[in-house]
Structure formats: C-alpha cells, structure tokens
C-alpha cells in the first residue's frame, strides 16, 4: 500500500472591488433585552376566587372601623379653623 500526499492548494481571485466593512449595531443589550411576545400579550390568565374572598367589605360604611390612635394624633383630626374660599374680585 502506497500513499501519495500532494500538497494542497486553494488559489482566489483577487477581489474585484473595494473591500468594505459593514457597520454592527452596538447597543449593549440587544441579544439580553426583554421584549414581550405575541402569545404573552393574547394570554389572559383566569382567576378562581370567591366572588367576596370570604372577607365581607363595604367600602361605603366605616362606622365599624375604629383606628386606635395615640392623643397627639387625634388633634390632628380635628378642624379648628373652618376654611372658607373667598373669590377675587377682579375690575
């Protein structure tokens, strides 16, 4: 068994034109930025709660909700000095 190497060449044309180089985006974060997908903005999850979470809420009535506060704060809640708005005359 013989072997025979030939020494192999690989020979180009000259390029024909001038070279140019292409410009690159460079935004840092252009292969890590989150950008939301069709499927997510379409996906409307279902919630299966109880109509009133078994918490019984009036949002109109709060004359059963008694906020403990120390005496310094309850001052705060009283209106001394009722302000009243005076429109100006202009001539």
Request: no cysteine; charged share 35%; aromatic share 4%.
């Amino acid at each position: 068994m013989s072997v025979h190497l030939k020494e192999f060449r690989n020979e180009l044309p000259d390029p024909s034109v001038q070279l140019r180089t292409l410009s690159l985006r460079k935004e840092p974060d252009r292969f890590t930025k989150y950008a939301t997908t069709s499927l997510e903005k379409m996906h409307k999850p279902e919630l299966y709660v109880e109509p009133d979470l078994g918490i019984p809420l009036d949002l109109l009535d709060m004359s059963g909700v008694k906020i403990p506060l120390a005496p310094e704060d309850e001052e705060l809640l009283h209106d001394d000095d009722p302000i009243t708005l005076i429109k100006k005359v202009e001539n």
